[in-house]
């Protein structure tokens, strides 16, 4: 007999936390979980008691795997899966106005679940949710939010009442989780007592209080404070077949815990009501918070909480988008979508909650089947190396890729077959042939182009030659810093590298306020490896940037800076200053100097660039250059962060950075805002990128495979706003 807590928190889904009791029949798989649960949440936002969160603070739902069918005690059957907004793997999960309209469709009494793969369950269960509701007692309550200073020991006091371990087994939890990109604090403490056939302890005795220990929370940050309590009535336990599965009547309390700052920043308001939608089958609708933050503007670490009919909404960037300002687009609208919205939104100086407001099915023109805008195109790709297909489709709400005309199947290196962007690592000749795309919505589907797919045994396999960023180098801490790696899977000895600091040497190339006197130093760590102000004509330079084609100095010394070196594998770092602490825009160029036709896979290579600057408008926003050379595509993963900068404290950070990716004239992709896309994080985790912890960030990434040629991502601020952020440029090997 185990306990065993259900698998929501409340950024993933309204339904917090539902606790239940599990024992899997002895021909089940060992890690099958399956029941049904109803949830009553409370949110916290004073010291007062607090109260029952927007219009549907009942849920009701079934949680399991496979298909199959709910019956219920008056003889309906439901059949599952059932569409739910929260994208949890729940099988059903739907909210209710009050525990009446609940008991009128899901009463106490017996159910039977039939799941395929699972034995039948049948039990019968009485009671109800327990009397009162568990809640903090003390703290600092500022605007909604509870103020808790990290550098100290902070603890939190819990209600008790008559019921607070009764029923046939009693279970209480507290989990506090980061909500935004200021780490990964998961803090929990349970207890819990089962009495059905066997016992389980996992707490002793239950708990009044839980510490939050000194330096477990940042300065600034928000976290989300769970609290739940389940009782148990009388359970039936002669009816059940097989296994038993408890459904648990659970009353859950939400808050949030935000890090002291100081100034602490201006409390959200949302000062009119959300205005009520209606839009066409098939087609999209819009609602918009329309939230204030005080003269600061929007915080970076904003977090914006929608539910539709009591349930958290996932944002996939597809069915359901989050865009500036926290406005929702539902697209693909189904009789399904109809119902009640609601947004929340915390921010570090406190929360903001809107009255709710509906959706409607209205006249319009109907839906059409996906367009495809931008089709994949054919690739060659170095034998072992990763390859991705991209598809652009307006109106799409699902993705299947086809390989030969034939559904794609996962696994064997092939992952998000199911995605906008396919991904193949360690590519063979097996996976050689043509890849097409069918989009589809409710009113059909489209299939792309085909586009082949050739894997190559060449030994000039496709890299980064040349890496360049053009930015405006300030003072002290906004100097331009470019980050380096040299190595890959392999390689051994060292690599031939040619830094340069342009700053006069772009005047003639039209460019404005250039830096007069670019100061380059090259750094291993906090370690000075080279510097230079002033090439003084150096024949060892000119004739290096002849070999590698870098536009010309002239043969006469200019106040451009350039270092020649033969560094091993390791990261690096060239930092170009004014020698006098002047400023202006300067480019920092990276050139792989091995001599044409002599390299091979063994050699070392370039891996990784990145560059922190501050981000301008016009002809200053951040231009980063690289260069794919070799005989084969290269896949590379391209993240500009700004919000995600916040949590290393970095002050002053770009808060929605737009990525677009040229070649030349031509804009081959874009992003703004990441979207939590599981390529992008299994990659960035792969390349050994910093994690970004919030997948409702505005910080972009693009995954894209290029044959060899120049290109160039550019940062800017997609609200014409400026700040800091970091570019970065990762070889996907």
Not at 182 to 205: C, D, E, I, P
Not at 576 to 604: C, F, K, R, W
Not at 633 to 642: E, I, M, N, P
Request: overall charge negative; charged content about 5%.
């Amino acid at each position: 007999m185990t306990t065993t807590k259900k698998g929501h928190s409340w950024r993933v889904s309204m339904a917090l936390g539902a606790a239940f009791l599990a024992i899997a029949a002895a021909n089940a798989a060992s890690s099958s979980v399956y029941g049904v649960f109803k949830d009553h949440i409370y949110l916290q936002t004073s010291s007062s008691a607090p109260a029952p969160f927007g219009g549907f603070p009942y849920s009701f739902s079934v949680q399991g795997g496979g298909t199959g069918a709910l019956h219920t005690p008056l003889g309906a059957s439901v059949t599952l899966p059932q569409s739910v907004a929260n994208n949890n793997g729940d099988l059903l999960d739907v909210g209710f106005s009050s525990e009446s309209s609940l008991l009128a469709l899901y009463p106490n009494g017996t159910y039977q679940l039939e799941l395929t793969g699972t034995p039948t369950l049948t039990y019968s269960v009485t009671s109800g949710y327990p009397l009162s509701v568990p809640q903090i007692t003390n703290g600092t309550w500022q605007n909604g939010v509870l103020v808790i200073d990290p550098a100290i020991s902070a603890t939190l006091n819990f209600s008790t009442f008559s019921d607070y371990s009764s029923g046939v087994g009693g279970h209480m939890d507290i989990q506090i989780q980061s909500q935004d990109s200021t780490g990964n604090v998961n803090l929990q403490q349970q207890y819990a007592t089962v009495n059905v056939g066997g016992g389980t302890t996992v707490s002793a005795t239950p708990f009044t209080s839980y510490v939050i220990p000194a330096g477990t929370l940042t300065s600034g940050g928000i976290y989300q404070a769970t609290l739940s309590f389940d009782s148990i009535g009388s359970l039936d336990t002669t009816s059940v077949a097989g296994g038993i599965s408890v459904s648990v009547f659970t009353n859950n309390l939400a808050a949030f815990i935000v890090g002291k700052s100081t100034p602490a920043p201006a409390a959200p308001t949302i000062s009119s009501s959300l205005a009520n939608q209606t839009g066409p089958l098939g087609g999209s609708a819009t609602f918009s918070p329309n939230a204030t933050f005080g003269s600061g503007g929007q915080p970076n670490n904003t977090i914006w909480i929608w539910t539709v009919n009591g349930q958290e909404i996932n944002f996939d960037g597809v069915k359901y988008e989050l865009g500036p300002g926290g406005t929702l687009t539902i697209n693909d609208i189904k009789n399904s979508d109809v119902g009640t919205y609601q947004v929340v939104v915390v921010t570090g100086g406190g929360l903001a909650m809107s009255i709710p407001a509906t959706l409607a099915i209205g006249s319009g023109t109907p839906g059409t089947p996906p367009t495809i805008t931008t089709q994949p195109f054919p690739q060659t790709i170095a034998s072992g190396g990763t390859v991705t297909f991209h598809v652009v489709a307006s109106g799409a709400i699902a993705y299947q890729w086809l390989f030969n005309g034939n559904p794609l199947p996962v696994g064997n290196g092939v992952s998000n077959a199911a995605g906008a962007t396919l991904v193949i690592n360690g590519a063979t000749s097996a996976n050689a042939g043509n890849y097409s795309c069918s989009v589809s919505n409710s009113n059909g589907s489209t299939v792309s182009n085909a586009a082949s797919l050739s894997v190559s045994l060449t030994s000039n396999i496709g890299r980064l030659i040349n890496i360049s960023c053009r930015a405006g180098v300030g003072t002290g801490g906004n100097i331009l810093i470019a980050g380096y790696v040299i190595g890959g899977q392999g390689t051994s000895g060292t690599l031939p590298i040619l830094v340069r600091a342009s700053g006069p040497a772009l005047v003639p190339f039209g460019v404005g306020g250039t830096l007069p006197d670019p100061e380059l130093k090259l750094y291993s760590a906090s370690t000075q490896l080279a510097t230079n102000t002033g090439w003084a004509g150096s024949t060892q330079i000119s004739a290096a940037a002849s070999a590698v084609g870098a536009f010309s100095w002239g043969s006469g010394p200019t106040n451009d800076s350039a270092i020649y070196s033969t560094p091993s594998a390791g990261a690096y770092t060239a930092q170009i200053s004014g020698a006098a602490s002047d400023t202006g825009v300067a480019l920092v160029e990276l050139y792989d100097a091995t001599p044409v036709g002599t390299y091979t896979p063994s050699n070392p290579r370039l891996v990784n660039i990145s560059a922190r600057v501050q981000v301008g408008t016009g002809g200053n926003i951040l231009i980063a250059g690289f260069v794919i050379g070799g005989a084969t595509s290269k896949t590379v993963l391209v993240r500009a962060s700004g919000p995600a900068l916040a949590g290393f404290g970095v002050a002053g950070t770009l808060p929605d950075p737009q990525l677009q990716l040229y070649s030349g004239s031509t804009l081959l992709a874009t992003n703004n805002g990441w979207g939590g896309k599981t390529e992008i994080a299994n990659t960035a985790a792969s390349v050994g990128a910093f994690n970004w912890a919030n997948p409702s960030s505005r910080d972009s990434a693009l995954l894209v495979t290029l044959p060899p040629g120049a290109y160039t991502a550019q940062v800017s601020g997609a609200s014409n706003d400026t700040g800091v952020a970091l570019v970065e440029l990762y070889e996907v090997p």
